[in-house]
DNA sequence: GGCATATAGTTGTTTATGCAACTAAACAAA
DNA sequence: TTTGTTTAGTTGCATAAACAACTATATGCC
């Protein structure tokens, strides 16, 4: 039985999700006109890592929902930027703790700026009801299909 | 001035998207399991396509919200894959006009059924007045950022 | 007609994703 | 201790995105 809470173009703008595409390519945008010279994927690693310094790979895949190749290039490459460093656990050989960089400890004040700028350019004239209506949407949706 | 809407965690998931990101790999799963031999973003063209046959690149661009050189690529996969062809325009040959083949007409009802179970799936237990508030904040982020 | 500019599309480079196959270390059970 | 399984991370390959530089055609203006 086909959805029709959907029209055609709605689906389509649902499903490949416009408003989240839009919203990386203006952080990606706002980061560049900030002189700030990384990816938001790049941020998305940096942004757990503000929080909780020393993760290991697989806990970075569990908190930006992306799979191992993916960490794993991501911290190549926030390596060869010199951001962050992989520190081999003395617990458990096989984990890398992924630590900042004092570049790496540096960046979060003017990232987060510079993301909470972002949000608030996206949030323009939505109340703060519809916001939460929407967040507890999205993350209904997230958990239907998780 | 910070926008306190978010707290810290949600501000990450909303700016990264993880729910459409759910719905794009749950979509690519399901048409995987049914035999479906396409990208999420190769559909994404075709799904235009089939509602107006003969689109050139650029109409394809503003359609996807992708920019020229992705949507050359997405056509030249799809060529290859023997579901579109480009057909040089009469009236300015600048243009290409992408035309489906039998075989890309073919898909368009097995896939549309896929991609309207995929939107059940993740929709599960959201009431219609919730999502509709939804689709209004997701316009209004893309008409701000746009 | 001739020149500047805009538009349509392509190509090259870097970064990232998804999937499968792989290595190495840890753990569990006999 | 050895054997099998799980977990952590890496590598290879195909696809895709973002950006800049490019070619070719069209258009507007003098």
Same mark, same amino acid.
Request: aromatic residues 6%.
């Given at each position: 039985?086909?959805?029709?809470q959907f029209?055609k173009?709605?689906l389509?703008?649902?499903?490949?999700?416009?408003?989240?595409?839009a919203?990386?390519?203006r952080?990606q945008k706002?980061f560049k006109?900030?002189?700030i010279?990384?990816?938001i /994927?790049?941020?998305?690693?940096?942004? &757990?890592?503000?929080? %909780?310094?020393g993760?290991?790979?697989? $806990?970075?895949?569990?908190a930006?929902?992306?799979?191992?190749?993916?960490?794993?290039?991501?911290?190549?490459?926030?390596?060869?930027?010199k951001l962050?460093k992989?520190?081999a656990?003395?617990?458990?050989?096989?984990?890398n703790?992924i630590?900042?960089?004092? /570049?790496?400890k540096?960046?979060e004040e &003017?990232?987060?700026? %510079?993301?909470n700028?972002?949000l608030? $350019?996206?949030?323009?004239?939505?109340?703060n009801?519809q916001?939460?209506i929407?967040?507890?949407?999205?993350?209904?949706?997230?958990?239907?299909?998780?």
């Amino acid at each position: 039985m086909p959805n029709n809470q959907f029209k055609k173009g709605e689906l389509y703008s649902f499903i490949t999700g416009k408003a989240s595409t839009a919203i990386g390519r203006r952080l990606q945008k706002n980061f560049k006109q900030a002189n700030i010279e990384i990816t938001i /994927e790049q941020w998305s690693v940096l942004y &757990h890592l503000w929080k %909780v310094d020393g993760m290991s790979q697989q $806990e970075l895949c569990d908190a930006t929902f992306r799979d191992k190749p993916s960490i794993t290039r991501l911290v190549d490459n926030l390596e060869k930027l010199k951001l962050v460093k992989r520190n081999a656990s003395r617990e458990d050989r096989r984990k890398n703790l992924i630590v900042l960089s004092p /570049e790496g400890k540096e960046l979060e004040e &003017h990232c987060m700026e %510079v993301a909470n700028t972002t949000l608030n $350019e996206a949030l323009q004239g939505v109340t703060n009801g519809q916001v939460e209506i929407a967040k507890e949407v999205l993350q209904m949706v997230y958990d239907n299909l998780k």
